[in-house]
């Protein structure tokens, strides 16, 4: 086979490349465009279409890996492009974010090849809208209280939809919020404010739906994030001063409230390893975890 076509990720390719990631509904943050496009330049990522599929190559912890391919196309043959690929090159074969449904698919096409490690680090967190918004019973009962503690400190407080009205304010409540954090000093926290910013910066472009939280008159928290699928929202980027006691359950309540409640559930997506947030994003209680595997050929580390 010729060489896999690959090439950058433009927004125009928007609706092009949801066509494939929707095309069997699968719950993983990474597969909604912004992901796709605001991370590319942070992990090399082209695409390609190969054979009816969409597969795209990154280059993680070092490696090139490829996702498996989506999409209503030949998907073993794209598989054996890879394949090819990798050989030709002189690469051991990589696939990342592969769930149990591809894992099975896979080994079908090409039974005792392959062996998969799961990775906790990268499993997103799931919810159930309904409950992040009533937030009720006791195990709620400390998110409740921040909340109430925030209406409390702010009685004039407000919710607004992100719009093309009130964005650029966002913008610069993420500079202020970038500057309070320490990112500069920090590359990972770095990477993330320059998806943050550049979200805002192309918030129309991506199609992203957001919300934002004044107290006295000013900003203190916005969130963003679309959908994955019919029944599934992702929450991509939140955004709240520390300061200002219990704006991030705040405006978590209220944006989900606002905009997601037709969503069945809501992903927070991952937690990176880092145990406060993975203390966090346990304790508003998901119903389940997107789980994503790194598959190699057996015998291959």
Request: charged content about 30%; hydrophobic content about 35%; some cysteine.
């Amino acid at each position: 086979m010729t060489e896999i076509p690959f090439r950058k990720v433009e927004l125009s390719d928007r609706s092009t490349i949801l066509s494939y990631l929707r095309y069997k509904p699968y719950r993983s943050c990474e597969r909604t465009f912004a992901n796709v496009y605001l991370w590319a330049r942070f992990y090399h990522l082209v695409w390609a279409e190969v054979k009816g599929t969409a597969i795209f190559r990154a280059e993680i912890d070092g490696k090139i890996s490829y996702t498996y391919p989506v999409g209503g196309g030949d998907r073993k043959a794209a598989i054996t492009a890879i394949l090819e690929e990798c050989k030709r090159e002189g690469r051991k074969f990589w696939l990342h974010g592969v769930n149990k449904a591809e894992l099975e698919e896979l080994e079908q096409y090409f039974p005792g090849t392959f062996q998969v490690e799961w990775v906790r680090d990268v499993e997103d967190y799931v919810y159930e809208t309904e409950k992040l918004i009533a937030l009720s019973g006791k195990k709620y009962h400390g998110k409740k209280n921040h909340i109430n503690q925030f209406k409390a400190a702010y009685p004039d407080w407000s919710y607004e939809p992100i719009s093309q009205d009130n964005v650029e304010e966002c913008f610069q409540m993420a500079l202020r919020w970038r500057e309070f954090n320490g990112c500069e000093a920090d590359p990972e926290k770095n990477k993330e404010m320059c998806v943050t910013l550049n979200s805002l910066r192309l918030f129309q472009e991506l199609e992203l739906c957001g919300g934002l939280l004044r107290a006295d008159g000013e900003i203190v928290a916005f969130t963003m994030g679309e959908p994955v699928s019919e029944d599934t929202f992702v929450v991509h980027i939140e955004k709240a001063y520390a300061n200002i006691r219990g704006a991030y359950p705040m405006i978590n309540q209220q944006f989900l409230e606002h905009e997601v409640a037709d969503y069945l559930y809501v992903n927070r997506e991952d937690d990176t390893g880092e145990e406060g947030l993975r203390k966090a994003k346990l304790s508003y209680h998901p119903i389940f975890m997107v789980e994503k595997g790194v598959v190699s050929m057996i015998g291959e580390k």
